[in-house]
């Protein structure tokens, strides 16, 4: 997880009219009360949004901070939490698919956009993404850790193995310093510390 440019999170133009106010329509118009537990969850309005989210992000999950193709609209609180916030841009983040399952029903995880510059990093060689206590507000030192375990991010096999992709194009030139930093930020800043050490 990264910081994220707030700046980059304004609501799109059309997004109140297409997304909020249907939404909107749709809830008043399908009461909770009225649909079968499971069955019938708010209609999708907010996946035409999804490449202006993904932009946002830089096209990087908001969780693995790695370049992510393809992503889904991930409502950070889920519908299931809060059903008033399903069609609220405030409440999206730009995720990696196999994430956004881990995370399911979870509310008691750290919101990406509460990451601040150094509070995780990777380490080299293992790869894994390790909290940086230090740099972490104590109040949320113990949420950041839960984060990692819950969404599988220190060194779950799927991860790992983006990770190792990234790396390993970099290693072998086909990926510059620069462009490791726009696909997988925190994999260039460890190489940038490695390289640091290892100066006389």
């Not at 940086?132 to 990692?148: A, D, F, I, N, S």
Request: hydrophobic content about 40%; aromatic content about 10%.
């Amino acid at each position: 997880m990264i910081e994220i440019d707030q700046r980059l999170m304004a609501e799109p133009a059309e997004f109140d009219e297409k997304c909020r106010r249907k939404g909107a329509h749709w809830l008043a118009a399908h009461p909770k009360a009225s649909r079968k537990p499971g069955k019938m969850r708010p209609k999708d309005f907010w996946t035409p949004f999804k490449p202006a989210l993904a932009d946002a992000f830089r096209e990087l999950c908001a969780y693995s901070a790695m370049y992510e193709p393809v992503g889904t609209v991930d409502h950070f609180l889920p519908v299931d939490a809060d059903e008033a916030l399903a069609y609220e841009w405030s409440n999206y983040r730009f995720a990696s698919g196999w994430i956004n399952s881990s995370k399911n029903k979870a509310v008691t995880i750290l919101d990406p956009l509460d990451v601040r510059e150094g509070w995780f990093e990777v380490l080299l060689p293992s790869l894994q993404l390790v909290v940086v206590p230090e740099r972490v507000p104590e109040p949320l030192r113990e949420l950041t850790v839960k984060t990692l375990e819950r969404l599988h991010l220190q060194d779950d096999e799927r991860v790992l193995r983006q990770r190792r992709g990234w790396y390993r194009k970099y290693q072998e030139g086909k990926l510059t310093l620069e462009g490791l930093r726009d696909v997988a930020p925190l994999i260039a800043r460890a190489v940038e510390r490695q390289n640091a050490a290892a100066l006389p």
